[in-house]
């Protein structure tokens, strides 16, 4: 929960960053883990694409299960119509492949979008994916 960003995790944080930006991809809000390396790789997504964002930390999100994890996205607020979460290997590569099966490996700073045709958080599912992509350092 300690391990800080080395200096390949902050350069790779600020490329993929600058790549959504790019992609003018914005979410409306950032939800983090509490460990350090993924906060920190929050707080840099956060300054690049947008000071506005809310952003917050879960603890439930350190050490995640894939099952907890697809409840914790089920119970998100309908009026977050964008969210980015940062979190940990390998319940996050587990949840992308189970809304996209090519997604099988997100590495460290890989970024997975996903936009599904649904107008509340529990009711996504690889049922109503509209559109999926993959990004990785």
């Given at each position: 929960?300690?391990?800080?960003?080395?200096?390949?995790?902050?350069?790779?944080?600020?490329?993929?960053?600058?790549?959504?930006?790019?992609?003018?991809?914005?979410?409306?809000?950032?939800?983090?883990?509490?460990?350090?390396?993924?906060?920190?790789?929050?707080?840099?997504?956060?300054?690049?694409?947008?000071?506005?964002?809310?952003?917050?930390?879960?603890?439930?999100?350190?050490?995640?299960?894939?099952?907890?994890?697809?409840?914790?996205?089920?119970?998100l607020e309908?009026?977050?119509?964008?969210?980015?979460?940062?979190?940990?290997?390998?319940?996050?590569?587990a949840v992308?492949?189970?809304?996209?099966?090519?997604?099988y490996h997100?590495?460290?700073?890989?970024?997975?979008?996903?936009?599904?045709?649904?107008?509340?958080?529990?009711?996504?599912?690889?049922?109503?994916?509209?559109?999926?992509?993959?990004?990785?350092?």
């Amino acid at each position: 929960i300690d391990r800080p960003l080395n200096g390949t995790g902050y350069t790779e944080a600020i490329d993929m960053a600058q790549e959504l930006k790019s992609r003018s991809f914005v979410p409306n809000k950032i939800i983090s883990s509490v460990a350090i390396r993924a906060y920190s790789t929050a707080l840099i997504f956060s300054k690049i694409l947008r000071s506005e964002i809310k952003f917050s930390t879960a603890p439930e999100l350190y050490e995640i299960s894939t099952r907890d994890l697809l409840s914790f996205i089920s119970k998100l607020e309908t009026r977050d119509t964008s969210v980015m979460l940062f979190g940990h290997i390998p319940s996050f590569s587990a949840v992308a492949e189970s809304y996209d099966p090519n997604f099988y490996h997100v590495p460290t700073a890989g970024v997975t979008r996903f936009v599904f045709d649904s107008n509340s958080w529990n009711e996504i599912g690889d049922h109503n994916l509209k559109e999926s992509e993959f990004l990785e350092p």
